[in-house]
């Protein structure tokens, strides 16, 4: 693949253009290995991860969520697309090298109970373990019931709770006061397009709808006086 050379914003656009139309192509083909190579040459061209989800995975994926609702793609369509993805952001992991000093820290993540939408999440979970943190990442769907017993037994320093649907929104406030009686110490992230409008930030929260700036956000909640 020739992706554009030189560091101008012409030219970055230009190899950004490039990388999400050869990514799309790769979903709307199920083709893991030519995804994977996508991936691979946008950490060589030295672009962020949050920049390759942002700009290449996220619009990708909208794609395949577009003509899957006009009826273009099959679910088993989208459901290859979705796997593939998800399997490119593991293997993302391998090639972004590890910093250090963020390891002692643990970072516990989960989609609030009924929450089956995962990509989001699992971005934030490779951006918060190739910074180095110690994140345990619990998937989908997690049970309310089941947070406080998991806090208590793996002491996060931060708990990220995510809720893409806003009918989840509900279910993400129950899930906070749950993380919370299972260590009243553990800061919380929470993100993804379900968080509801009127949740403002306050000592040990943070809120956000996207997926930019979540190292930044973990690091100055690890920082807070008292946590250290
Ligand atoms: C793939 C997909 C699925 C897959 C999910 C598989 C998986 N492992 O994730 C499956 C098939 C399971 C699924 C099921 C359903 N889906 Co669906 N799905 C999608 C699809 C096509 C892509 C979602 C995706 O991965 N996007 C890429 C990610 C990167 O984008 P994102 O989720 O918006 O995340 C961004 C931000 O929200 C944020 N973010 C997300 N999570 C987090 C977490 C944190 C901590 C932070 C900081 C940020 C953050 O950062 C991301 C990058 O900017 C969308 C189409 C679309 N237009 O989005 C529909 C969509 C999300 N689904 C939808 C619906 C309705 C459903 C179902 C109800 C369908 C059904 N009738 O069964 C079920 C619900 C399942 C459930 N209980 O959760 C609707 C949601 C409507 C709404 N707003 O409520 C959408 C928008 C389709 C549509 N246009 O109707 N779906």
């Known amino acids: 693949m020739e992706f554009p050379t030189g560091s101008g914003p012409l030219n970055r656009a230009a190899l950004l253009q490039e990388l999400r139309e050869a990514y799309t192509a790769a979903l709307l083909l199920g083709e893991e290995v030519k995804a994977e190579i996508v991936m691979r040459e946008a950490i060589d061209a030295g672009l962020d991860e949050e920049v390759i989800h942002r ?88 049970p309310i019931d089941s947070l406080a017993s998991i806090v208590e037994k793996h002491r996060p320093r931060v708990f990220v709770l995510s809720a893409t649907m806003p009918a989840n929104g509900e279910l993400l406030r129950l899930a906070m006061d749950e993380v919370r009686r299972g260590d009243p110490g553990t800061a919380l992230l929470v993100g993804g397009q379900g968080v509801p409008e009127e949740l403002r930030e306050e000592e040990g929260l943070v809120v956000t709808r996207e997926v930019s700036n979540v190292v930044e956000s973990v690091d100055a909640l690890i920082r807070r006086p008292g946590l250290n």
Do not use: C, F, K
């Open 55 to 142: 700009e290449v995975l996220a619009p990708s994926m909208r794609r395949v969520g577009d003509l899957w609702e006009r009826g273009t793609l099959s679910v088993a369509d989208e459901h290859l697309a979705t796997q593939i993805t998800l399997r490119v952001l593991a293997l993302e992991r391998e090639v972004v090298r590890v910093a250090g000093g963020r390891w002692r820290h643990r970072v516990m993540l989960a989609a609030v109970e009924g929450e089956e939408h995962t990509v989001g999440l699992q971005m934030v979970g490779n951006l918060l373990a190739n910074a180095g943190y110690d994140a345990r990442y619990l998937g989908a769907d997690v």
